[in-house]
């Protein structure tokens, strides 16, 4: 049985631990917040982009670019995965991890058991879960980047992908990641993103909303300028999305380890208080019984 001197040192620890995941929690939520402004500056730029395609496709003038081209048989297809760099965050790099394992059976599925997966890694917790399934068909690449990077490091990141699917390196890139909805929804999912499908901005809102134009120099020219600003703007949508989700992971994660604190440190309070009073009247007890004797 635990003693008033242990019982109170046990106390003081967990109130020092409720403190820390209470400011841990609040450092969290603000990174949260920050994250979903940039994405609400990113989603006009986009959107904007968007409406430029959908209005080139509704051209008479045929419009075509390398970054469309379906190949006729997929043998190495590239996924990105993102997740943290940090801890603390539950079950965000796990769920992603399990996810990813999911969608390799997919692409197996879809392109036969000889096709070959180079899985780039984002963040040091996914490079570290990933490189445990590496085999012969399926190797794993840490990526320049990591789960923090922003403006320039991203559109490096951005152009080497596109560099590769251009050369033939890889036949198909997808981008595996905690999609943000809410500070208490994140899903995983894996967006394609090369090759870049037409029929998607030919049906999307933007293909509704598209007015007539007069391009110049030509619809082929902008087309092919326009297709890169729309992928520089989805990778960076997707890791904003990344920091987003990761920040939300974390705030809940410690509002959970913050509520267990307070649950502990009642338990212990009340222990410690019963021990108090056992001890007191054993005390008394035994003044009262010296006094008896005398």
Same mark, same amino acid.
């Given at each position: 049985?635990?003693?008033?001197?242990?019982? *109170?040192?046990?106390?003081?620890?967990?109130?020092?631990?409720?403190?820390?995941?209470?400011?841990? *929690?609040?450092?969290?939520?603000?990174?949260?917040?920050?994250?979903?402004?940039?994405?609400?500056?990113?989603?006009?730029?986009?959107?904007?982009?968007?409406?430029i395609i959908?209005?080139?496709?509704?051209?008479?003038?045929?419009?075509?670019?390398?970054?469309?081209?379906?190949?006729?048989?997929?043998?190495?297809?590239?996924?990105?995965?993102?997740?943290?760099?940090?801890?603390?965050?539950?079950?965000?790099?796990?769920?992603?991890?399990?996810?990813?394992?999911?969608?390799?059976?997919?692409?197996r599925?879809?392109?036969?058991?000889?096709?070959?997966?180079?899985?780039?890694?984002?963040?040091?917790?996914?490079?570290?879960?990933?490189?445990?399934?590496?085999?012969?068909?399926?190797?794993?690449?840490?990526?320049?980047?990591?789960? *923090?990077?922003?403006?320039?490091?991203?559109?490096?990141?951005?152009?080497?992908?596109?560099?590769?699917?251009?050369?033939?390196?890889?036949?198909?890139i997808?981008?595996v990641?905690?999609?943000?909805?809410?500070?208490?929804?994140?899903r995983?999912?894996?967006a394609?993103?090369?090759?870049?499908?037409?029929?998607?901005f030919?049906?999307?809102?933007?293909?509704?909303?598209a007015?007539?134009?007069?391009?110049?120099p030509?619809a082929?020219?902008?087309?092919?300028?326009v297709?890169?600003?729309?992928?520089?703007?989805?990778?960076?949508?997707?890791?904003?999305?990344?920091?987003?989700?990761?920040?939300?992971?974390r705030?809940?994660?410690?509002?959970?380890?913050?509520?267990?604190?307070?649950?502990?440190?009642?338990?212990?309070?009340?222990?410690?208080?019963?021990?108090?009073?056992?001890?007191?009247?054993?005390?008394l007890?035994?003044?009262?019984?010296?006094?008896?004797?005398?």
């Amino acid at each position: 049985m635990a003693t008033l001197r242990e019982l *109170k040192g046990r106390i003081g620890s967990v109130a020092s631990s409720e403190k820390i995941t209470g400011a841990m *929690k609040m450092i969290s939520s603000a990174k949260m917040h920050k994250a979903e402004a940039a994405l609400r500056r990113l989603l006009p730029f986009r959107n904007q982009i968007e409406a430029i395609i959908a209005n080139l496709l509704g051209a008479d003038a045929p419009c075509s670019s390398p970054l469309t081209v379906v190949p006729d048989r997929v043998e190495h297809a590239t996924v990105v995965v993102l997740g943290s760099d940090d801890g603390l965050c539950g079950a965000y790099n796990v769920n992603l991890f399990k996810f990813l394992l999911g969608h390799i059976a997919d692409l197996r599925d879809r392109y036969g058991e000889g096709v070959h997966i180079n899985i780039v890694t984002v963040g040091k917790k996914m490079d570290k879960a990933v490189r445990k399934i590496a085999t012969h068909r399926i190797s794993v690449e840490t990526a320049p980047v990591n789960s *923090k990077a922003e403006g320039d490091a991203v559109k490096a990141f951005n152009d080497e992908l596109q560099r590769r699917f251009i050369d033939g390196e890889t036949g198909r890139i997808d981008i595996v990641y905690q999609n943000f909805k809410s500070i208490s929804r994140q899903r995983p999912v894996a967006a394609p993103m090369l090759p870049l499908s037409v029929e998607s901005f030919s049906a999307g809102e933007a293909a509704e909303t598209a007015r007539p134009y007069i391009f110049e120099p030509d619809a082929a020219s902008i087309f092919a300028t326009v297709l890169p600003m729309y992928l520089l703007a989805l990778v960076q949508e997707v890791f904003g999305e990344n920091r987003a989700s990761e920040q939300a992971a974390r705030v809940m994660a410690m509002q959970s380890a913050n509520d267990n604190a307070k649950k502990l440190l009642e338990q212990l309070r009340l222990e410690y208080n019963k021990l108090r009073q056992q001890s007191i009247t054993n005390e008394l007890l035994d003044i009262v019984g010296g006094q008896v004797r005398d």
